[in-house]
Nanobody, 124 residues
Framework: QVQLVESGGGLVQAGGSLRLSCAASGRTFSLSAMGWFRQAPGREREFVAGISGSGDSTRLGDSVKGRFTISRDNAKNTVYLQMNTLKPGDTAVYLC?????????????????WGQGTQVTVSS
C-alpha cells in the first residue's frame, strides 16, 4: 500500500506562484511513476503533470504547459509541482497520484494510488 500526502496549497493572487509537494511512503519511490491531477467543482478530474520513476521523462497537460513544472527528489520520496503565472482557472483541488507502471501516464486509470488533495485558490 502506498500513502501519499500533499502539501503547499493555499490562496494566491493571479500571476503568483505556488509549489506543491507530495510525500510518498509504502513502496520504493524510484519505482513509482508519479502524477498530479486537479479537480474543480462540477468538472472532470484533469491531468496536470506526470513524471517517470527515474525523473527523466515528464509530461504536462496542455492547459499548464509553459507555466507548471513537475520534478521529484527520490532521496526524499517527494514529488513537486511548481506552478507559475497562476490564473483563476487553475483553482481546484490538486491530487497526487502514484503508478506501478513504467513511463508516464496521463489517464486516471493509469494510476493506482491517490492522495487526499490540497486546495489551490487563485484570486483575480
Amino acid at each position: 500500500q502506498v500513502q501519499l500526502v500533499e502539501s503547499g496549497g493555499g490562496l494566491v493572487q493571479a500571476g503568483g506562484s505556488l509549489r506543491l509537494s507530495c510525500a510518498a511512503s509504502g513502496r520504493t519511490f524510484s519505482l513509482s511513476a508519479m502524477g498530479w491531477f486537479r479537480q474543480a467543482p462540477g468538472r472532470e478530474r484533469e491531468f496536470v503533470a506526470g513524471i517517470s520513476g527515474s525523473g527523466d521523462s515528464t509530461r504536462l497537460g496542455d492547459s499548464v504547459k509553459g507555466r507548471f513544472t513537475i520534478s521529484r527528489d527520490n532521496a526524499k520520496n517527494t514529488v513537486y509541482l511548481q506552478m507559475n503565472t497562476l490564473k483563476p482557472g487553475d483553482t481546484a483541488v490538486y491530487l497526487c497520484a502514484s503508478s506501478n507502471r513504467y513511463g508516464v501516464g496521463s489517464s486516471r486509470s493509469w494510476y493506482d494510488y491517490w492522495g487526499q488533495g490540497t486546495q489551490v485558490t487563485v484570486s483575480s
